[in-house]
């Protein structure tokens, strides 16, 4: 807050998307008076035909690193109709969504307009008599580790909607959901009411002093540890160029789903009290990123002066994980993930964001990849299980990169399917 204890612009924006609702987009606008976002194109070719190809509309920063909007909301919905979809219903609802389309450009003057997914459970195709094909590996979400036991995600649907301003999120929500008849300056066509209805929502933020100026909350020292130039909570950075996959990468080759990827989301409560005030600053850099960049004194705030790499690689960390783990008796998160990369490059696409929801420290987890066996594969790397048995101070967690700082509460797959085919697919199109 201020001298005069008003919210700062950041506070109140992340605290309007994560109250959310009319009242809170009113609010927000009598604030700032509403964004100048432009309006999107009339032209449906113009949009992208994969969903997640947002990279050609997310700033960069310096150093090439995609630069992830600022604010997001997760609406999980669930199907409201008997049966399966008619033709009438997935009509309606892409009417909605090229409402949006049609009312929001996906970026302007360097800044995220709207961007937007629409992705499926398994729990959603089951209501088919055909199965999904192949080409398509989207198990039911279950623990990946012996420590965690997430509750499942299995709404049929999520919407994911990003931006750099809080009023185009909550305003795209409220017209989704039958709230607002335009948005702006553009008639909403239709939207989903009556055939997907909400079942949770979730909100979030990320970017350089968004963290700190929200970690007024649970599982966070008093002392408000979380920098000004961090933007995440644990205080450093995150989506360096060559740690994520390339959308080409995460996109499915084949089948009818060709040109869509899937969608692994995991709610994670962060327990950033024994983050900070059980470790000091080296100890931290060690676990986030590999022992030597503590070693060396490589990381500088929260790494922006590691460029678009984060140096595992350069450092031969991921090689050395298992000498760090018998004689250092500790090894980082980035150093142990960079192991599931195949031929050296990465096979998962992070869009995380951190969150208060329920007033604690948290983070929605997002990532993209072509398989959610590829998620499983680097979860499986993440976890060091292997690494552990290398050294007693490792633990069940300890020591071994941020797995003690993280609890797992929920975990859902979803099949993110081509543009064409977002509207309440069935299970197999052709």
């Known amino acids: 807050m201020d001298e005069t204890g008003r919210l700062s612009r950041r506070q109140f924006a992340k605290a309007a998307v994560a109250i959310g609702g009319a009242s809170a987009l009113s609010a927000c606008l009598d604030r700032s008076g509403g964004p100048d976002v432009p309006q999107g194109s009339e032209d449906p070719s113009s949009v992208p035909g994969r969903q997640h190809a947002w990279n050609g509309a997310l700033p960069t920063d310096d150093h090439g690193n995609d630069v992830m909007a600022r604010h997001h909301v997760l609406l999980l919905l669930d199907y409201a109709g008997d049966g399966t979809p008619t033709d009438d219903e997935r009509e309606t609802v892409e009417s909605a969504l090229r409402s949006l389309e049609r009312a929001y450009a996906r970026s302007d003057g360097g800044e995220v307009g709207l961007l937007f997914t629409v992705g499926y459970s398994p729990a959603y195709f089951e209501r088919f008599d055909d199965g999904l094909p192949e080409s398509v590996d989207l198990p039911d979400p279950e623990p990946l580790a012996p420590f965690e036991d997430p509750d499942p995600d299995d709404q049929d649907a999520v919407v994911h909607l990003a931006s750099d301003h809080p009023e185009v999120v909550l305003a795209a929500e409220e017209a989704l959901l039958g709230e607002q008849s335009e948005l702006n300056g553009v008639e909403m066509d239709a939207d989903l009411s009556g055939i997907l209805e909400k079942a949770d929502r979730r909100t979030g933020f990320t970017g350089d002093g968004l963290p700190a100026d929200n970690q007024d909350v649970q599982g966070v020292p008093d002392s408000g540890p979380v920098s000004e130039d961090a933007p995440m909570f644990m205080g450093f950075k995150s989506g360096f160029r060559k740690s994520q996959a390339t959308e080409d990468r995460v996109t499915i080759p084949e089948g009818p789903f060709a040109e869509g990827t899937t969608l692994q989301l995991s709610r994670i409560r962060l327990q950033l009290r024994q983050w900070y005030e059980q470790d000091s600053r080296s100890q931290r850099v060690a676990k986030m990123f590999c022992p030597v960049h503590a070693e060396e004194d490589l990381v500088e705030g929260a790494g922006d002066n590691l460029g678009d790499t984060a140096k595992i690689e350069e450092k031969g960390c991921p090689a050395h994980a298992g000498d760090h783990a018998r004689t ?49 594969d680097t979860r499986d790397a993440m976890n060091g299980e292997d690494l552990a048995e290398e050294s007693a101070a490792l633990g069940q967690k300890n020591n071994n990169g941020i797995l003690q700082y993280m609890d797992v509460l929920r975990r859902g797959n979803f099949l993110i399917p081509p543009r064409e085919l977002r509207a309440l697919p069935p299970a197999n199109p052709e």
Do not use: Y
């Open 328 to 376: 250092k008796g500790m090894v980082g998160h980035s150093q142990k993930s960079a192991r599931a990369r195949e031929d050296g490059d990465p096979v998962i696409l992070r869009r995380d964001f951190n969150s208060t929801d329920d007033d604690e420290a948290g983070l929605h987890f997002v990532s993209l990849q072509r398989s959610i066996s590829d998620f499983v």
